[in-house]
Nanobody, 127 residues
Framework: QVQLVESGGGLVQPGGSLRLACVAS????????MGWFRQAPGKERTFLVG????????FYADGVRDRFAISRDNANNTLFLRMSGLDAEDTALYFC????????????????????WGQGTQVTVSS
């Protein structure tokens, strides 16, 4: 099993930046693809970006590549999401997810391919 805990959310003004972190524990050596998702109020959870185990492959959802950047520190079992140029539409609960299937180069987009999820960290963009 893998446990994930997100942090770094909070209240930020429009145009501001945040860096989210997700620390993994448990069978961390089994983790392959990791991803960030978000769920806005009243909406379904959606994919933002994923990264392969070796960090060499990333996949971004449309519309976020220019403002969001994913990275991972395998030595410290931590996944990051750097967000900039935030606006009210970015207000959501942000989740990290991990998979234990695929290769070191695999990046998953679909939620069903991620068996492990954190509880989420709230990001609120408001003046």
């Amino acid at each position: 099993q893998v446990q994930l805990v997100e942090s770094g959310g909070g209240l930020v003004q429009p145009g501001g930046s945040l860096r989210l972190a997700c620390v993994a524990s448990g069978r961390t050596n089994s983790i392959t693809s990791m991803g960030w998702f978000r769920q806005a109020p009243g909406k379904e959870r959606t994919f933002l970006v994923g990264i392969s185990k070796n960090g060499g492959s990333t996949f971004y959802a449309d519309g976020v590549r220019d403002r969001f950047a994913i990275s991972r520190d395998n030595a410290n079992n931590t996944l990051f999401l750097r967000m900039s140029g935030l606006d009210a539409e970015d207000t959501a609960l942000y989740f990290c997810a991990a998979s234990d299937s695929g290769s070191s180069w695999t990046v998953y987009e679909h939620q069903r391919l991620y068996p492990y999820w954190g509880q989420g960290t709230q990001v609120t963009v408001s003046s």
